[in-house]
């Protein structure tokens, strides 16, 4: 079995992205591992989702997966020498109700991993709290947008889309204030979603 006890789990992401692409399984990272990759470590996950946009059978997956050690356990697949799980979410990759047709590569010591583009990870985590007003979600939004502050518009006219023009004001709210007051920790980006949560209440 392949030993992953001291591999990162950007690493990680990476070994398994390049094995599968050997396989002809080529993934694209999505998910809370990529929040963590463009809030640079200020979100942490022990999660790694990719979507399998080959298309190809789950027999196949299962296969390449047990080949560096990954044996399905329920929804994800696992590896007794570290705690991190992989899971692959169905297909399409969507953000809302928009179709994602372009990605890019985050770069590694142990290569390159095919990753959303960063204004679709913000989309993404705006998606779960539009649908489910899932706070945790607005809060990696904020995460990733406060080191993109030019996917602002864009992120705006996504809002619009998605029937949350009300969302604007308060993502415009919260970038300015969190790059007023510097704030660089999952703490203090929770502590400001909440504050002004109650204010538009």
Partial sequence: MSDFSNKSIV???????????RREIRVVLVGGLAV???????????DIDMIDV????????????????????????????????????????TVGDEA?????????PAGEIPIL??????????????????KPSLVQALAVL????????????????????ETIALVRQMLAVATEQKITSMAGFEKLVVELSLQEL
């Fill in 146 to 165: 406060i080191k993109f502050p030019e996917e602002l518009p864009g992120i705006e006219s996504f809002c619009r889309n998605e029937g949350s023009p």
């Fill in 54 to 93: 080959s298309y190809q059978k789950p027999a196949d997956l299962h296969k390449a997966m047990a080949e560096i050690g990954f044996a399905k356990q329920g929804r994800v697949f696992v590896n007794e020498t570290t705690d991190i799980t992989v899971e692959f979410p169905s297909p399409p990759i």
């Fill in 36 to 46: 963590e990759i463009y809030s640079e470590n200020i979100y942490l996950t022990n």
């Fill in 11 to 21: 690493e990680l992401a990476a070994i398994v992205a390049n094995h599968l692409k």
């Fill in 117 to 134: 583009k960063a204004a679709d990870v913000i989309k993404d985590r705006l998606a779960a709290y539009f649908h489910w007003k899932d």
């Fill in 100 to 108: 994602v047709t372009e990605t890019t590569v985050a770069h590694s």
